[in-house]
Nanobody, 122 residues
């Protein structure tokens, strides 16, 4: 059984930083890759960042230079370091795992964490 558990969300002032974490069981980030997506109120879920099984990281243009995705293969955990946060980053952030191993790209499986709320106050 695949289980993804996020943590680290919260309330932060504009310009601040937060670190999200996602721990997986039943599947391995270092093989399948992983990703972060977010959903703001009234909007569709959108891609934030992904890492392929081969370790290639991609970011949405809106977060490039501000967010950093990293993977701890020993703990089977993925992190999202977020800095220079602004109100447009307010959303529920979801962890995802890849469908299967791919060297460079990423195909999301239909496994999602419960989500963690990030609220940026101005």
């Amino acid at each position: 059984q695949v289980l993804l558990v996020e943590s680290g969300g919260g309330l932060v002032q504009a310009g601040g930083s937060l670190r999200l974490s996602c721990t997986a069981s039943g599947i391995t980030f270092s093989v399948n890759g992983g990703g972060w997506y977010r959903q703001a109120p009234g909007k569709q879920r959108e891609f934030v960042a992904t890492v392929s099984g081969g370790g290639i990281v991609r970011y949405a243009d809106s977060v490039k230079g501000r967010f950093t995705l990293s993977r701890d293969n020993v703990r089977n955990t993925m992190h999202l370091e977020m800095s220079s946060l602004n109100s447009e980053d307010t959303a529920v952030y979801y962890c995802n795992v890849g469908r299967k191993f791919r060297w460079t790209d990423y195909a999301p499986a239909d496994y999602w964490g419960q989500g963690t709320q990030v609220t940026v106050s101005s």
